[in-house]
C-alpha cells in the first residue's frame, strides 16, 4: 500500500518533477504530459462512474485502477524496470477487448457517426473517450523519445472503443444516440 505523508513538497516549484526512479524531468517532458493525459482521463471516468449502472461502474472503477498501473508504467524508465514493477500486460488489453465486445453485441447497429451526448452519462463516457485518444497520441509520442511499454498505446486504444461503446449504451443501447446528419446546417 501507498502512503502519502507529505502533499506540498515544493520539489516541483521551479519546473521540474521526479520520475518514480527519483529523476528529475521538466514538467513538460513528453513523461509528463503522457502521465498527466492518463491522470486527466482517470478523473473523467471519475465524473462517468457518478452516472454509471451498477455493472459499468464496476468495469469503470476497474479501469480507474489499471490507469494508475499504466501511470506506473509512464514514470517508471524501462532501463530501471524490475519484475515487480506495474506493467500494462495482455491481460489487460484482452480484458478491454472482452468488455468491447460484450456491450457492442447489445448495441443497436451504427447507421450514420455518433455525435456525443444524448444522455448525461453518455457525454461524459464520450468525454472520456477524446481523452483517452489524446492519452494515446501522448504515449506514442514518449515513443518516439523513449523505449517503453507498447502495450500502454494499445490498452489506451482499446480503452477509447470500450468508452465508445459504453457511451452508445448509456444511451438506450444505442437507440438514443444523436447521429451526425451530414451537412444538416447547410
Same mark, same amino acid.
Given at each position: ?17 521526479s ?64 519484475e ?9 488489453? +484482452? ?7 460484450? !456491450?457492442? #453485441?447489445?448495441? =443497436?447497429?451504427?447507421?450514420?457517426? %455518433? &455525435?456525443? /451526448? ?11 473517450? +477524446? ?7 501522448? !504515449?506514442w #509520442?514518449?515513443? =518516439?523519445?523513449?523505449?517503453?511499454? %507498447? &502495450?500502454? /498505446? ?33
Open positions: 500500500m501507498v502512503r502519502l505523508t507529505s502533499i506540498t513538497t515544493k520539489g516541483g516549484d521551479k519546473g521540474q518533477t520520475l518514480a526512479d527519483g529523476s528529475r524531468v521538466a514538467k513538460f517532458d513528453p513523461r509528463i504530459v503522457a502521465q498527466g493525459s492518463v491522470d486527466e482521463l482517470n478523473a473523467a471516468i471519475g465524473v462517468a462512474v457518478l452516472h454509471a449502472t451498477d455493472e459499468v461502474r464496476t468495469m469503470l472503477t476497474r479501469i480507474q485502477n489499471d490507469l494508475f498501473d499504466l501511470g506506473s508504467d509512464i514514470t517508471i524508465p524501462e532501463t530501471v524496470k524490475t515487480t514493477s506495474l506493467r500494462i500486460t495482455d491481460a489487460h488489453v +484482452t480484458a478491454l477487448e472482452a468488455d468491447v465486445e460484450t !456491450v457492442n #453485441a447489445r448495441l =443497436e447497429p451504427l447507421s450514420s457517426f %455518433v &455525435l456525443p /451526448g444524448g444522455s448525461a452519462s453518455s457525454a461524459y463516457l464520450h468525454l472520456a473517450r +477524446t481523452i483517452a485518444r489524446r492519452a494515446e497520441r501522448d !504515449v #509520442a514518449l515513443a =518516439e523519445h523513449a523505449d517503453i511499454n %507498447v &502495450l500502454m /498505446g494499445t490498452y489506451l486504444n482499446r480503452l477509447s472503443d470500450l468508452l465508445f461503446v459504453l457511451g452508445r449504451d448509456a444511451n438506450d443501447g444505442g437507440k438514443s444516440d444523436v447521429l451526425w446528419v451530414p451537412g444538416a446546417t447547410k
